[in-house]
């Protein structure tokens, strides 16, 4: 089904894309309720050649099977400590895939298993804001950029509010008030104050999108309120918001990486990047290694959603080409 | 221009109380007894600790303490430490002078280095210098800032030996260069691409082809006319980044050993000392909305179109 779209679309995707988009979107939109067709076949269409997209895209694949059965890539418990593996020894990088291939933390511990168990915090931690943020986010967007006047107003105040407030800052003052914290005790803090973005996006796209003739034809018909903002608002306004929480999606990572780096984050018995690049910190001078391969994972991760997020930005919008 | 500015500022109220609001109640609602702290292990006074939460206005109702707070901070009060009973705004001008150098010199990198770096990378778009550019980016945005400064203090500074790897003295601009460029690199990221992304956009415009057609030296076309009229939202995020990096300075300054407002607050969020996160955060606010207001305002002498009624 997206071939033949693709072969008809080709030639003229590029240059007609951008501006027929909203029309193309509304008449298409018949047989798969709410979802527009054209917009994302030809994205997808667009994307599946990229290398741009396929290399992260295969990576955070591999990164989500890891997250999800870290233990199909080790034989080692991640806990399991052992002070007669002694950190100073330098990684010998020959064995691959065995415990110690990576070398050993100050505890003792496989940095390779602790690396590969740490990534289910990251992933579950970004993927979990970053829903709760565009839900949360459309949500107010939506509703502010819709009714306009008194509920706009207000709204936005309340944007603008939350906008004020030093975002590490603040999700530092949240955990600090909790002994523990879980991957979901964290996954609340960001999303508390990071939902604002995609609320000003989608409020914006709401806006732009209520004065389109559709919207109009919709409501001459008598559909109701709710029935024009989820089948005909929402739909279209979705495509900006995805790409914005997608490009957030990294930042997240790296703000779960920051907390716990400054022991505010995910705390113990929970196994996290930033976590063992905290208590590695003491051993930079003699022992790098236990800082450094975690930290490169960590940055591939957030490359990797922040390249795919770049990636769907191109494709869903032809005109920033 | 005038009615603006007062209208701008009218604005900012409700947007001051609210933030403040928030971080007042989620500091005060902490658990944790910071006056009962003060008797550690031993036994504490119950009269004497009763004594001192009424002199700090702590016994009253949370609305009514805020209320206080919030009178208190416009008449430039910004609270008392419960611990060392020092006055807030001490403590605050203490460590402010090291936190203003640091966050100056890393805005300085950002703005001349990621202009630079955005505009060589626009005006070659296409290009590998341009690729180059980009991947720098993608980079310095990916790797986090506590990675980038142990790199730094590692390499340059432990084993290579060519600066010092901590500041022992906030006040030696080249001990600052490594927590700075530290501190910037992810703005500076922002800049680049941002830059880029505006000249590229602005490089075919009429007005460039008018401007060669008049026969300018290039030097003239791209400062005065490229330049000028790509640099409105990159003087946006500027400006809002500043208030970002006074707090992003909180992991900086803890790597490099530097006493400014970042250390302070990670020391007083850590000993439940409220007055002091509260105050410290509702500084970074204002600063935060003032810079808002000036950047609004440079908008119409970068762009003559733009005026304020």
Known sequence: MPEARATIGKKEAVPSGGGAVPAAVAVDAGPAPGKPRSLWSDAWHDLRRKPSFVIPALIILLLLVVAAFPGWFTSVSPRAADLTNNYLREPELTHFFSPEWLGYNQQGQSIWARMLYGTRASIVIGVAVTVLVTVLGSLVGMLAGYFGGWVDALLSRVIDIFLGIPFLLGAMVILVSFDTRTEWTVTFALAFLGWTTVARVMRGSVISIKQSDYVAAARSLGAGTSRILLRHVLPNAMAPVIVVAMIALGGYITAEAVLSFLGIGLSEPSISWGGDINRAQGQIRIAEHILLYPSILLSITILSFLMLGDAVRDALDPKLR | ??????????????????????????????????????????????????????????????????????????????????????????????????????????????????????????????????????????????????????????????????????????????????????????????????????????????????????????????????????????????????????????????????????????????????????????????????????????????????RYA
Do not use: C
């Open chain 2, 1 to 306: 221009m005038g009615r603006y500015v007062v209208r701008r500022l009218l604005q900012m109220i409700p947007v001051f109380i609210g933030s403040t609001f928030i971080i007042f109640m989620m500091m005060y609602a902490l658990p944790g007894d910071p006056v009962r702290a003060l008797w550690g292990e031993r036994a504490p006074d119950e009269a004497q600790m009763a004594a001192i939460k009424a002199d700090l206005g702590l016994d009253d109702p949370i609305l009514l303490q805020y209320w206080n707070y919030l009178v208190g901070l416009v008449q430039g009060d910004f609270g008392t430490q419960i611990q060392s009973r020092r006055e807030v705004i001490d403590v605050i001008s203490d460590a402010l002078p090291a936190t203003l150098r640091l966050t100056a010199l890393a805005f300085l990198i950002t703005a001349v280095v990621g202009i630079g770096l955005g505009l060589l990378a626009g005006l070659r778009a296409g290009k590998k210098t341009d690729r180059g550019i980009l991947f720098l980016s993608l980079l310095l945005i990916s790797v986090p800032v506590f990675v980038i400064g142990y790199l730094y203090q590692t390499y340059p500074g432990v084993k290579w030996g060519w600066i010092t790897p901590t500041v022992r003295d906030s006040e030696n601009w080249g001990e600052l260069l490594l927590p700075a460029l530290a501190l910037a690199s992810l703005s500076l990221a922002y800049v680049m691409r941002l830059t880029r992304s505006t000249i590229v956009e602005n490089r075919r415009a009429d007005y460039m082809r008018t401007a060669r057609a008049k026969g300018l030296p290039q030097r003239r076309v791209v400062g005065n006319h490229l330049l000028r009229n790509s640099l409105i939202p990159v003087v946006t995020f500027l400006g809002v980044d500043l208030g970002n990096l006074m707090a992003g300075a909180i992991v900086t300054e803890g790597i490099f050993n530097i006493n400014g407002i970042g250390r302070t607050v990670y020391e007083a969020l850590n000993a439940r000392e409220g007055a002091t996160v509260v105050g410290v955060v509702s500084f970074i606010i204002i600063v935060y909305l003032v810079i808002a207001l000036l950047v609004d305002l440079l908008y119409a002498v970068l762009d003559p179109r733009i």
